[in-house]
């Protein structure tokens, strides 16, 4: 296991990264385990971990869903697919944005937060 500067773990083995977790950890003061930690606040409302998450989860779920648009799309132009299979893919695809924009409603998310910045890269979707 190799460490640099203490910000990464370079390790084929798992457990190395888990003994560097623990290491951090440890380090941290009671204070900045109840969300101070070198001047940084840490939000540990739950209710708000469980929107991130539901937010990333979501955004992955979009994006398989667009890629999946995207493939129809191509396999239509191609002629692989039946009428029927286009129907079929068509209502399938229909639903799943229909659930997704369900979520979305439920966990309180704006369609602009399922889009995420990657910087240079640009919006995700």
């Known amino acids: 296991m190799k460490t640099e500067e203490q910000t990464g773990v370079y390790s084929d083995d798992l457990g190395d990264f888990v003994k560097v977790m623990e290491v951090g950890r440890e380090h941290l003061s009671g204070a ?26 979501l955004t992955l779920v979009k994006l398989i869903q667009e890629l999946l648009e995207k493939q129809a799309v191509t ?43 990657l910087g240079p890269f640009g919006k995700l979707l």
């Open 32 to 57: 900045a385990l109840q969300g101070q930690a070198s001047g940084k606040h840490i939000n540990l409302d739950p209710d708000k971990i469980k929107n991130g998450l539901a937010q990333l989860v």
């Open 75 to 117: 396999r239509i132009d191609a002629g692989s697919l039946t009428d029927d299979e286009i129907e079929k893919v068509g209502l399938t695809l229909m639903r799943q944005a229909e659930e997704i924009e369900k979520l979305r409603k439920i966990f309180g998310l704006e369609k602009e937060e399922l889009n995420i910045d």
